[in-house]
């Protein structure tokens, strides 16, 4: 008798035998190049490539799965880490509706979005049309008298209501969308068909989770849950203590504030319209015990809403904002305004009687100010900052959603670490972007020009009266110096020539002296790959910080550079 579970056994074992298994060799596909982190299961051995990398190589295609989700490999481009795919159904003759049935979500997978990588909205048979520019998406629906189309910004049809108008839960697909004036003449198929960049990136948990890096942290995954458990309780304690400050503005009242047809037009631009009462109910009258701190334009108040979101809201006083069209302009610009490193804004209050509100997401771990220096005293022990790997980390997001913002037409106009904020999984968060045109930023601080933070501001600003993209990389460049130092940008206790940040930076930078700049805890002098890593940032904060404007490299230059700071410390490791 023969026992079929032996039979499957030796037949596996002589097809392993005979299979050519060539070690790592580099393998095509089509003519793409695969090697690591990607790798062909069958042609090279697991440990050629990483999880979730595997392609498979069908009829001269290179497949990968990803979210549960097939796609084609169209290329890879390893100098940038990252790569252009596209639904492989979108280009298999035996579906007929290639309209997405399932959501795409990069969560759980080693992948993120590319810097113009979107999601764009399918919704399927409504009742009724929507009256805005979508792309039709007619063979989804069932019947005749159902609407399927498609739509980047759902968060714009949200007045619309979808649900009521019996549409199917909204699908989404990630698409490339850096031309958004050629998309409008595509149909939702050749959009799909032209595919989307998606990044891996090689700062996972690596080190943001464990305290400074005097060892070798690229093993990071045993330390990440060591040190994760007891490093999150006591920051996320620390983070409460710090923000506690008394209430001092006073509750008046104003009413006429803003008209009715203010919040129409929020209303008809897709902005989520709050009541004040469910905001007062989700801070707790505006408890000040839950202020977490002066956000530039007024108070700031961590709430829960009922739905179980936790937010920050943001009080603003009526002095605050001058022209009310422009205004509204601007909330609508910020709403639409998508990026996993910025703070997103979930919607405004209309509140006719009182001060106007904003809802913002609720960040956990507070800025990255706190995490780099002063409140040290709050934080048990040097251990508890961040580590240096963590901090290239953050600066890379950050550079990635001030890029974004420039590449939109939007000048943040008061980048600084305390508008750094760090999420739950050590991921920044940019915060205060957009309104500032609007809103005068904190206009108490006496030596505060009319815009920006003392230590930050542009030089040039003082000629031209005017920020640009080049002012938020003046600023980055403080913040980078930031990064490495350890110090505050403003610090009236040192020397009289380096009470600025900046001009301390360039002198030592300029006189090779960047030793004596750096925080000593970072393992700049113990490990050969952070000494690089921070000589890198140095340079590019010397750049960043020239006087010229036309001197300094743009937002994008900067991340990208970023980026391949980072993969420096990946390099010759494998
Ligand atoms: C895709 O990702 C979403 C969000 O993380 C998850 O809920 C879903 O289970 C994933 N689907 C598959 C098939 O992996
Ligand atoms: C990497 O470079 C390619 C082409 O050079 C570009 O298309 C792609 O968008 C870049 N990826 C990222 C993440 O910038
Ligand atoms: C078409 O889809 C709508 C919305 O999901 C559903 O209510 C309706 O029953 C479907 N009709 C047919 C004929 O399947
Ligand atoms: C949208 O429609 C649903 C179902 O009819 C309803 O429960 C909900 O209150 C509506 N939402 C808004 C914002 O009008
Ligand atoms: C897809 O994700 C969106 C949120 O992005 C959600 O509202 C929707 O219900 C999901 N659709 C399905 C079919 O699960
Ligand atoms: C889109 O098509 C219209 C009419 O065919 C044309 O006038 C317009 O220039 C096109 N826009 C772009 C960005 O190609």
Redesign the pocket.
Known sequence: MYNPIVIIFSVSLLMRLASPIKDCQIQTCNGLVIKRPFWIPGLQEPGCGSIGFNVACKENRPLIQINGTGFIIIDIFYKNASFLLAQSRVSDPNVGCVAPQRNFSVDRTPFEYGLSTTDLFFLYNCKTPYDRETYDVGCASNTTGHYSFAVFHLELL??W?????SCQAPVNAAVEADDVGRLVNMTYVEILKKGFVLQWGEHDCDGCHAGYAGSRLNFGVKICIGIGAALITLIVCAIFSIYYHKFKTNHTTSSQSYSLSMSKDLEMAGV?IFHYSELEQATDHFNPKEELGDGGYGAVFKGKLKDGRDVAVKRLYEHHYRRIDQFVNEVEIVTKLRHKNLVTLYGCTTCHSRELLLIYEYIPRGTLAEHIQGERTELESDSMLMSWRCRLSVATETAGALAYLHSVGVVHRDVKTSNILIDNDFHAKLADFGLSRVIPTDTTHVSTGPQGTPGYVDPEYNELYRLTEKSDVYSFGVVLVELISSKPAIDFTRKIDEINLSSMAMKKIQDGEVGELVDPNLGFESDEKVREMILGVAELAFRCLQNRRDLRPSMEDVAIVLKDIQRMDVMDIQ
């Open positions: 949200q007045h209501n979808y649900s009521a108008r989520h």
